[in-house]
């Protein structure tokens, strides 16, 4: 059997950079993801890629220039007069100008792009990015956290590619409004949201096909692992294999865990990987982004979990090095479940069910 070329995408950038004090991602994420895997000998150096962000120009090959150039401003002067803020929605809301707000999401989207084209030429069979995911952002502002879009920048740069079908699964608690606002009409691309029913953005309801060819399944609160495991198995994987994909991209978002702050759904890390294998198990060139995730603990190890699976390795049995325990013990979170941190969280990999 022929080993799969397997590619992780990351930065340092994701080290050192925070949306600001008492926002939901004032949290780490993507670097303890990635020292994980490190730390526990899954991520070789040869399969990991350091990125910078993306170009003004490029950016503004898929949002309007307009918007970049603002996100750029807002970055260089660290505020921006009223009138663009109400306009683009950067400093407004839940996106707030801090110090890499263009750098940051520039990575971000450029690990998609990048991806999206090593899959379409070939140089890899998957990639990974954790720091993708950010499916509210819309063309020309920011929304729900996310100034760029960097799944609807995946898919746009595959179908530029090639005229296969693609498939977009959406596993985050939250609905992909940005991803079918910009690709519903597309009927190359099929869209398949999970997403916990009243939740933020409020959108996605039964049977909303966005003008073309989305399908979205509501979850609701309280649903765990049976409930998301019936929807993969009996709705969406016969979806999937009618539409034909020779692409995927997995959005798997954290944030329907049980122990995470900003859903109601009450998935363990064994469902939640069990969900992503069955999208892997296909066995197509797929890209696998984060998303959600505002329990560091939970999402860190939901993430480097992602990548032992990628790389034909068991989370379920997989244990944590002492390293990790103890990288894991430093992370500090800043709410009211982190005030006392359930043991379990940063000394073992999977939850205890």
């Not at 991803?179 to 009927?187: G, L």
């Not at 505002?294 to 992602?306: D, E, H, Q, S, V």
Request: glycine residues 8%; charged residues 20%; contains cysteine.
């Amino acid at each position: 059997m022929t080993k799969q070329k397997c590619v992780f995408f990351g930065s340092d950038i994701f080290r050192n950079s925070l949306y600001g004090d008492n926002h939901p991602l004032n949290i780490a994420r993507v670097w303890p993801a990635i020292d994980i895997c490190t730390a526990e000998g899954w991520l070789e150096a040869a399969d990991y890629q350091e990125i910078a962000p993306a170009s003004i120009e490029r950016l503004s090959k898929f949002h309007s220039a307009d918007y970049v150039a603002a996100l750029w401003q807002a970055q260089t002067d660290q505020t921006l007069p009223d009138e663009l803020k109400d306009k683009f929605q950067i400093g407004r809301a839940s996106n707030p100008i801090f110090k890499e707000v263009y750098s940051r999401p520039a990575t971000a989207a450029n690990a998609s792009y990048l991806g999206a084209k090593y899959l379409a030429e070939g140089r890899a069979d998957i990639v990974y990015n954790p720091s993708g995911g950010t499916h509210h952002g819309m063309r020309g502002f920011a929304n729900g956290f996310c100034f760029v879009n960097d799944p609807a920048i995946a898919l746009e740069t595959l179908s530029h590619h090639t005229c296969d079908a693609i498939s977009y699964i959406d596993i985050d608690a939250h609905h992909c409004d940005g991803v079918q606002t910009w690709h519903a009409d597309n009927q190359q691309i099929q869209i398949i949201s999970l997403h916990q029913a009243g939740l933020w953005p409020r959108t996605g309801q039964e049977g909303d096909k966005g003008g073309g060819n989305a399908h979205n399944f509501l979850l609701q609160e309280d649903a765990g692992d049976y409930e998301l495991l019936s929807l993969m198995e009996q709705r969406v994987m016969p979806l999937i294999e009618a539409h034909q994909p020779s692409f995927i991209i997995l959005q798997a978002g954290a944030d329907g865990h049980r122990d995470d702050p900003q859903s109601r759904l009450n998935y363990t890390l064994q469902g939640y990987w069990r969900a992503a294998s069955h999208v892997l198990g296909l066995s197509k060139p797929t890209m696998v982004l984060g998303g959600g995730g505002y329990n560091p603990y939970i999402t860190a190890k939901a993430w480097a979990g992602l990548w032992a699976l990628i790389t034909n390795r068991d989370p379920y049995d997989l244990g944590l090095s002492d390293a990790s325990v103890q990288l894991l013990t430093r992370l500090s979170w800043h709410h009211r479940l982190g005030r006392n941190p359930q043991e379990s969280w940063f000394t073992q990999l999977g939850d205890i069910v």
